[in-house]
């Protein structure tokens, strides 16, 4: 069996079938499979025991009801030895799988389905450890950005643990791989950045203490080989924000984010960093009181914003948009209790948000509108805000954020004596419970 789950893998990560794997094409990752293990599709029939040839054959080509089955996939991923979650389906309960999202350190590599996805994105020279040049790590990159594509629908509850995979294999490479020094230069970046992103989305999944783990590791990595300022900027600056939502951290906001932006101007920056960063200084500078340092942030964040972006802005700066500045823009003035301007910068968050390509960014803007309408006493558009978010919940249930931003909305409605916002708070608390 050991030899047969070796073929299969080895398979998989084949030049020919790595897309497919890195995507998740159930009939594509099913016949690579099958072909690997020298099976006809009647052989496979015969494997699994009550699934026909014809249905085998439908599956690989994606017509049929059976390949989003979950009984029927699990049952193909247990006889070809396939982790079940690379065919989409949740794997079988075991003492140690799944407790934490640490658990994927202590498992084999090539052992679920995470793991798989982050090898077939990597190229076979990193996963390998073999000589690695620049052709690899450009293919490394250009796996960073699938990474963030797919954080964009999916959510750090779904991709935490590729981007973990990911990190630790970049950072076997970084440590062991045989490389020339122009060729580890763009190894460390992308080693780094990899690691801020995993940090970023183990902070999405809800996971905060491995995010500041993921963080300081990004920090010592770029002070320690250095010429790695994005990264180190990046890392500073998500830990100012995920600060600026913890009680226990939220002095530390501020100080992060003004150190982010001494940093990055250790090297040139775009507008568009300097703009977030001056937005996460400015929450920061709020929630301790301080407001105006808060407004003066907010000033230089907007200034930079109407600049534009550049063609040399990092992958993790994509979001960034008057949409984003708006939402900080209303957290500012909900710290100091400013009805007006709070509920105008959620209305312009909302309005001008992405939906099709932000869509979690899009319910987190309604959220923040439906908690401003709920506490100006607006309790009919509240809800009907607030309720277009929680239809999408099983959508966007990727992000922990998501969740807590739609509870604590929904919380405002149920303290409400109006009874439709009470009647609502208590069907939308169970569709968050459930999600």
Known sequence: MDDEKAIVAQALLDQSNRAATAAGHVGAIIRAARLALGLSQAGLAARVGHVSQATISRIERASTRAAKDASVLGDLARVLHVPPGTLGVSPPPSPTAGSTLDDVRRRDFLGGAAALTAAALLP????????????????????????????????????????????????????????GEDVGAGLRAVTATTMEHAGWLAYDAGQGAVARTWWLETIHLARDVGRVPT???????????????????????????????????????????????????????????????????????????????????????????????????????????????????????????????????????????????????????????????????????????????????????????????????????????AA
């Open 231 to 433: 990264a180190h900027v990046a890392a500073l600056a998500s830990m100012s924000l995920h600060a600026s939502g913890s009680l226990s951290h939220v002095r530390e906001a501020a100080p992060l984010a003004e150190a982010a932006r001494r940093a990055a101007q250790e090297s040139p920056s775009s507008p568009t960093l300097l703009s977030v960063l001056a937005a996460r200084e400015a929450v920061g500078h709020a929630q301790t009181g301080d407001r105006t340092a808060a407004r003066e942030a907010l000033i230089q964040s907007r200034k930079q914003l109407e600049r534009g972006p550049r063609a040399y802005d990092p992958l993790w700066l994509q979001f960034w948009s008057p949409a984003d500045f708006a939402c900080h823009e209303t957290r500012v003035a909900l710290a100091f209790g400013d009805g007006r301007l709070a509920e105008r910068s959620a209305r312009a968050a909302l309005a001008s948000a992405d939906e099709a390509r932000f869509p979690r960014n899009h319910a987190i803007y309604s959220a923040r509108l439906g908690a401003v309408l709920a506490r100006t006493r607006q309790l009919d558009e509240a809800i009907a805000v607030t309720s277009a978010a929680v239809k999408r919940i099983n959508d966007l249930n990727g992000s922990k954020r998501i969740l807590v931003d739609l509870a604590a909305t929904v919380d405002h409605l149920a303290a409400q004596s109006y009874p439709p916002a009470r009647q609502f708070a208590s069907a939308a608390r169970r569709l968050i419970s």
């Open 124 to 179: 076979g020279s990193i996963a390998s450890l073999s000589a690695i040049g620049q052709p690899d790590v450009d293919q490394a990159w250009r796996a960073l950005e699938r990474l963030f594509e797919l954080d964009d629908v999916q959510g750090g509850v779904q991709l935490y643990e590729v981007a973990d995979a990911m990190s630790r294999r970049l950072g076997d490479a970084l440590r062991s791989g045989r490389y």
